[in-house]
């Protein structure tokens, strides 16, 4: 059994590279899978995107409510004035 694995491990890497070529690798850009692997990418930077818009504004969201709270407990016109 072990001797199989290594033998089609062999066979695996000297095998032709155009066969384990994915589209975007072997330079059919007009593939569907080339299609399908750029729709990915758009996908998953628009996730990236998504997530750190929602995290800055957040961050914006409590920098601003605790400017509001500072600003309503400082009073306008102090009594020792």
């Known amino acids: ?3 199989l694995r290594k033998i089609l491990i062999v066979a695996g890497a000297f095998s032709p590279s155009s066969v384990f070529a994915c589209a975007a690798c072997f330079g059919r850009s007009d593939s569907p899978l080339a299609g399908a692997l750029n729709w990915g990418i758009f996908t998953l930077l628009g996730v990236v995107v998504t997530v750190l818009t929602c995290i800055a504004v957040f961050f914006i ?3 601003r409510r605790e400017e509001a709270a500072n600003d ?6 102090p009594p020792d004035a």
């Open 1 to 3: 059994m072990k001797s």
């Open 61 to 63: 969201h409590v920098v």
């Open 72 to 77: 309503d407990t400082t009073p306008k016109n």
